[in-house]
């Protein structure tokens, strides 16, 4: 079903408007996606976020000011995600040794094991873009980098 179809608009002011908001309709519906994913598993998609940013520097730790620059959500207060994570024991932070201002967070084997978890259920969203073959699907990501790059 078209945009106009599911959002029983008949007609759009140019092809502009129409994109902008099929891009927002799908953006919601794909965080509707991993809503579902992440729902079973006490996670916010910002906190997910941040397992997984962390999972990539893995063993190395990063400080929350390197956390926010790879997040996804840059409005996050990633202070409060790592302490949340913390209370999980998904996460640990420490003091940075060369610098006293920063605090080092690694990733913890709890947080390891609830991605492993998360990673074997992750077909479910990968599944939701099936519609699309692998050369469309590497077409609509280079499109949405080049709408990206006008800003």
Same mark, same amino acid.
């Given at each position: 079903?078209?945009? /106009?179809?599911?959002?029983?608009?008949?007609? @759009?002011?140019?092809? =502009?408007?129409?994109? @902008?908001?099929?891009?927002? =309709?799908?953006?919601?519906?794909?965080?509707?996606?991993?809503?579902?994913?992440?729902?079973?598993?006490?996670? $916010?998609?910002?906190? @997910?976020? *941040?397992?997984?940013?962390?999972?990539?520097?893995?063993?190395?730790?990063?400080? $929350?000011?390197?956390?926010?620059?790879?997040?996804?959500? /840059?409005?996050?207060?990633?202070?409060?995600? *790592?302490?949340?994570?913390? /209370?999980?024991?998904?996460?640990?932070?420490?003091?940075?040794?060369?610098?006293?201002?920063?605090?080092?967070?690694?990733?913890?084997?709890?947080?390891?094991? /609830?991605?492993?978890?998360?990673?074997?259920?992750?077909? *479910?969203?990968?599944?939701?873009?099936?519609?699309?073959?692998?050369?469309?699907?590497?077409?609509?990501?280079?499109?949405?980098?080049?709408?990206?790059?006008? $800003?």
């Amino acid at each position: 079903m078209g945009i /106009k179809e599911e959002i029983k608009q008949s007609q @759009f002011r140019n092809a =502009y408007q129409k994109a @902008f908001i099929n891009i927002l =309709y799908t953006n919601n519906w794909l965080e509707e996606q991993v809503r579902g994913l992440l729902k079973d598993e006490d996670l $916010t998609k910002q906190q @997910f976020n *941040v397992l997984r940013i962390l999972r990539g520097s893995h063993p190395e730790p990063l400080s $929350t000011l390197q956390i926010r620059e790879r997040m996804l959500d /840059k409005m996050s207060d990633t202070s409060r995600i *790592v302490d949340r994570l913390v /209370k999980k024991d998904f996460v640990h932070k420490q003091t940075c040794p060369s610098d006293k201002r920063l605090v080092d967070v690694m990733i913890s084997e709890g947080g390891l094991k /609830k991605l492993e978890a998360i990673d074997a259920k992750e077909h *479910v969203i990968e599944d939701s873009l099936q519609n699309l073959n692998p050369e469309e699907a590497e077409l609509l990501s280079d499109l949405l980098d080049k709408l990206r790059k006008t $800003t």
